[in-house]
């Protein structure tokens, strides 16, 4: 081999062991960064060793009601925690009996600790929760024999407590974080509790504060000493906000007795406000029975009961809307120009172009806009439709009429979520053009196929919420605050989302029309059982909706004082007939409470009528059963226009 053969070999081999050791030298410090740095194991062993860091826990916001009185507020309680590496050998059923436990409920306890699926981050050298929620008992028999159980501790924490047994959906419920709040959140380790629904979710981290944490000192046998440095190093908690709501818990309390043995909702807004004064939704809950260690069984108890306790139909229920629909249909025809006030439209029992169809009820023929609200003439508004959907001197075609159709039912509130402080709100149903024109699979397409929407009907879907704000928008002549239950937050002002006025873009004129028109149906149209002059001037609109899985649901909307309102409301029962015969009584009921603060002695046989009376898909007939009777039994006219139809 020549000379500058091995020169040449002899340099790839120096090459190759230059390549070889810097490699090595890369993994080294690859993994001394992943051990220093990503890897926390050792830091957590050492600091471990030496260390107990102990979280404080902070004290959860209060929220009360717009009265000032406390609605809910927090308990001491104490969870069971401790430190795997330092668990050593005890006597487990001792420890058992004290906590009330089996064997295998306790390893079972211990596995999912471990499980890093189930709690992610796992180390065996920091806190991690057994136990939660001790009753006073378990925790002065476990902090008697603390000693025996090298290792474990005892964490105090807060619990919910409930001062009254409404508002269940509205205020929601706290419970131990999942995987994926772990996993998305640093805050929550395992065994921490979060709000799961209601305002409890909505203000989470307003509510929640911040933790502190307590550093002491281990001797080398792992005993606490003491703090370390006196506690220089210490982290105070800091207490979570406190909530004031703009709910009247007796308000709520007494929507929540006449709704009972009923399926619907109920819920009133302050129309200067956008203020939320009650959110009744039926079938509700006790909400204790959220709390402690029987959470679980009580949650699929609600879960399963067939009438959905847990589900808030005032802002997640999407129904028609009925002939509450026709005053939104009014101002659109008035603003457009596609109608006057003083147009007047005929009726047969029914729409004549459609064949009869939607039916009508027998009233005076022709009729005007205002006496068409008052009477609730469904020809009227089907009328008006046609009107301004076949406009071709306006609107070049069918689909540009009815998108501005849609996009000022919008700027009502109608077709997105409102925006309420509250989760999970369902945004309803107001179609665009392109909705039917996929349906009929062509652009032509005619105001009679889509008729029904006039009056509340079709494909059109809203929320009670949405229903009540409709109240409050007339009420003000136009506009609308988004509606919120939280009034207050301390030291922290209202986001501007829910002090900024809304405008729907139709004349304050137009709105006097409808407000006449309301006022009407209650002074004699079919509004007539909320009639309460001379003291109190209603305005409401009824509204039957068409229910293909049963009886009709039974609406009623309004809002009173009519000249200075201090209150819009929409009243829904589900399976309940015309609006007249049970929407409208309770939605006097209301006002009379919100507006007197009790009810009068001439109202309580009322007041105990639609208390008393189920209407449950199972027992659709007691209404029907006791018609006759609670017909010849009304002692007052008001009261024996309950049962007018509309």
């Known amino acids: 081999m020549s000379k500058d053969n091995n020169s040449l070999h002899s340099e790839k081999r120096y090459y190759t062991i230059i390549a070889i050791t810097v490699i090595i030298v890369i993994v080294l410090i690859c993994q001394l960064f992943n051990l220093q740095i990503i890897q926390n194991e050792y830091k957590y062993s050492a600091d471990s060793n030496a260390f107990f860091k102990k979280t404080l826990y902070p004290a959860r916001g209060t929220i009360s009601d717009r009265k000032d009185r406390l609605l809910v507020y927090n308990q001491p309680t104490y969870d069971i925690v401790y430190i ?220 399963q009961n067939p009438s959905k306790p847990l589900f808030n139909r005032a802002t997640q229920g999407a129904y028609p809307p009925g002939s509450t629909f026709k005053t939104t249909q009014g101002l659109i025809f008035l603003e457009e120009g596609i109608i006057s006030a003083e147009t007047a439209y005929s009726c047969a029992g029914g729409y004549p172009p459609g064949g009869g169809r939607p039916r009508c009820h027998a009233h005076g023929s022709p009729l005007s806009l205002v006496p068409a609200i008052a009477t609730s003439c469904n020809s009227y508004f089907c009328y008006g439709l046609n009107a301004m959907l076949s406009n071709r001197k306006k609107y070049a075609n069918i689909g540009e009429a009815f998108d501005i159709w849609k996009d000022y039912l919008v700027s009502m509130g109608f077709g997105y979520k409102l925006g309420v402080d509250l989760p999970s709100e369902k945004r309803g149903l107001v179609p665009n053009s392109q909705f039917y024109t996929k349906i009929f699979r062509t652009e032509k397409w005619y105001a009679q196929n889509v008729i029904s929407i006039a009056i509340g009907q079709g494909e ?57 028109g309301m006022a009407n149906a209650v002074t004699g149209g079919t509004c007539r059982g909320a009639n309460l002059l001379p003291e109190i001037a209603v305005a409401g609109k009824t509204g039957t909706a068409e229910n293909p899985h049963g009886r009709d649901h039974s609406w009623f909307m309004g809002f009173a004082p009519v000249d200075k309102p201090q209150v819009a409301i929409s009243v829904l029962v589900e399976n309940a007939g015309f609006g007249a015969r049970f929407a409208v009584p309770i939605g006097r009921l209301m006002i009379l409470k919100y507006m007197k603060g009790e009810i009068p002695a001439n109202e309580k046989y009322l007041e105990d009528n639609m208390a008393n009376a189920i209407i449950l898909p199972n027992v659709l007939n007691t209404w029907e059963q006791r018609r006759s009777d609670v017909a010849t039994q009304q002692s007052t006219a008001s009261e024996a226009e309950v049962i007018v139809e509309e």
């Open 460 to 516: 059109i879907l809203a929320t009670p919420l949405q229903v009540a704000n409709l109240g409050a928008t007339i009420a003000n002549r136009g506009f609308f605050y988004t509606p919120h239950v939280v009034r207050q937050i301390q030291d922290t002002p209202l986001d501007k989302t829910y002090t900024d006025k809304r405008y729907t873009g139709v004349k304050e004129a137009h709105y006097r029309t409808i407000v006449e």
């Open 84 to 303: 795997p590496r330092e668990v050593e050998p005890f006597d487990t059923l001792d420890f058992c009996n004290i906590l009330g436990l089996t064997k295998d409920q306790l390893e079972k306890k211990i596995s999912d600790v471990k499980d890093r699926r189930l709690n992610p981050g796992y180390s065996s050298y920091t806190l991690q929760t057994l136990m939660t929620q001790l009753t006073v008992r378990e925790y002065g028999l476990f902090q008697e024999k603390l000693y025996k159980f090298p290792g474990f501790y005892i964490q105090n924490r807060a619990l919910r407590q409930y001062n009254f047994v409404n508002a269940a959906q509205v205020l929601g419920y706290v419970a131990e974080v999942n995987k994926a709040t772990l996993a998305e959140d640093p805050y929550y380790v395992r065994g921490d509790y979060a709000g799961k629904s209601g305002i409890e979710t909505s203000y989470e981290n307003i509510l929640r504060g911040q933790k502190g944490v307590e550093i002491l000192l281990r001797d080398a046998h792992g005993r606490i000493k003491g703090k370390y440095e006196n506690g220089k190093h210490d982290v105070n908690p800091v207490s979570g906000k406190n909530l004031k709501l703009a709910i009247d818990i007796e308000l709520q309390a007494y929507g929540e007795y006449l709704m009972q043995n009923k399926i619907g909702s109920i819920v009133m807004i302050e129309p200067s406000t956008g203020e939320i004064l009650c959110l009744v939704t039926s079938p509700t809950y006790d909400p204790s029975i959220l709390l402690g260690r029987e959470f679980g069984n009580n949650y699929k108890s609600l879960e």
